[in-house]
């Protein structure tokens, strides 16, 4: 069974720092990230990192701002998130997949909130 265990969110002043964590057990990852989600729109890719192919991507509007990086087992993610604005403002959401039969599965965290104000 996945599990997915975020922590880090909270509030802070604009152009301050935040680190999320997410330690994940019950399976093996291709792909472990970070989507968020703020009130009234959609759920969207912050980072990802893709250890099948050994590529990272950003969404545009975090790129030199926000930093995502996992732990040598591969087990645990964490996103960097630094000069942060309140337009970053969020339920930040852990995001890893298994494949399953050829087959990609997403499994979600729980959500941690995010509020970037003054």
């Known amino acids: 069974q996945v599990q997915l265990v975020e922590s880090g969110g909270g509030t802070v002043q604009p152009g301050g720092s935040l680190r999320l964590s997410c330690a994940a057990s019950?399976?093996?990852?291709?792909?472990m990230g970070w989507y968020r989600q703020a009130p009234g729109r959609g759920r969207e890719l912050v980072a990802i990192?893709?250890?099948?192919?050994?590529?990272?991507v950003y969404a545009d509007s975090v790129k030199g701002r926000f930093a995502i990086s996992t732990d040598n087992a591969k087990s645990t993610v964490f996103l960097q998130m630094n000069n942060l604005k309140p337009e970053d403002s969020a339920v930040y959401y852990c995001?890893?997949?298994?494949?399953?039969?050829?087959?990609?599965?997403?499994?979600w965290g729980q959500g941690t909130p995010v509020t970037v104000s003054s």
């Open positions: 019950g399976s093996i990852f291709t792909a």
């Open positions: 995001n890893a997949v298994t494949v399953v039969n050829g087959i990609n599965r997403n499994h």
């Open positions: 990192d893709k250890s099948s192919g050994g590529t990272t």
